[in-house]
């Protein structure tokens, strides 16, 4: 069965434009969901609409209103709404073009896919996706969904576009309210090393199949174990470990991965008086400044 287009219109640039088809790019149909049912028959509980006044009502009674005051509103007919016509009901009318990782992840909302709308308009689209591809740069348009108008971006992907809306720069909370009680002093040199050294040791590709919901797996597994008559097996969650502070928790992440040579006899006599006085160093240090002391452990661990 073929995609059902969420947007049909005509992207525009200029003098230039194509008709083109917009599809939701993300789907939540394989998610885990649950009913409401009676704790006792069982049966699925209908959500039915309730006046206040005249009780259970008929969803063909219902219309659109716009709170205006407090309790005070206005029906919207959808003759009203039709009357609203603006360009970007059917046209998405490129507007600038910038960076493309000039956009703030913040603003960015929803993901959409954006291709051709028949033969007839696929030249013209390739000649604007491979334009954007070459030089780098993401579109900025506008487009009414959901009777709302969203400003998005559009850039190549693939053999297609890949649009994605923008919040609304007042839906976005400022950052003071959060973050400005956070100190912004400078780490312990020593410290920000250790941390660096940890970050390159995890360093990989990103393959999002590496990071399925796991929450989601077990929910299905109990799920099947009842469907058999079974006793959900409930799995328990990892022990918290002990509180230790950041120096002790960098040395031990940072010596699992390395382990240190077995020391021969004569190399342990030869150290031996070097060692007691590094051990004298660091219960200074750790009297000093703990967190430090850990780190510096964890540098001699991964280096051995």
Known sequence: MAPRASWKGYLKLSLVSCPVRLYPATSASERISFNQLHNKTHNRINMKPVDPELGLVERSDLVKGYEYEDKQYIVIEDSDLDAVRIESNHTMNIEAFVDEHS??????????????DGAMAEETFAVLREAMRKSGKLAIARLVLSSRERVVT??????????????????????????????????????????EALIKQKETTFDPKNYEDRY?????????????????????????????????????????????PAKSKSKADETAKPAAKSA?????????????ANLLKAVGKSKA
Do not use: W
């Open 103 to 116: 956009v703030d992840v913040i603003y960015q909302d929803a993901p959409y896919y954006l291709a051709p």
């Open 154 to 195: 559009i850039g190549a992907r693939e053999n297609g576009m890949f649009v994605c809306t923008l919040r609304n720069p007042n839906e976005v909370r400022g950052t003071a309210e959060y973050f400005g009680n956070i100190p912004a002093g400078t780490p312990d040199p020593e410290m920000l090393q250790l941390a």
């Open 216 to 260: 989601e797996i077990a929910l299905m597994a109990m799920i099947r174990e009842k469907l058999k008559g079974h006793k959900p097996i409930i799995a328990a969650a990892p022990e918290r470990g002990n509180v230790i502070n950041l120096m002790d928790a960098l040395k031990a992440s940072l010596s699992q991965s390395a382990k240190p």
């Open 280 to 292: 004298k160093a660091g219960a200074a240090a750790a009297k000093e400044n703990p967190l430090k």
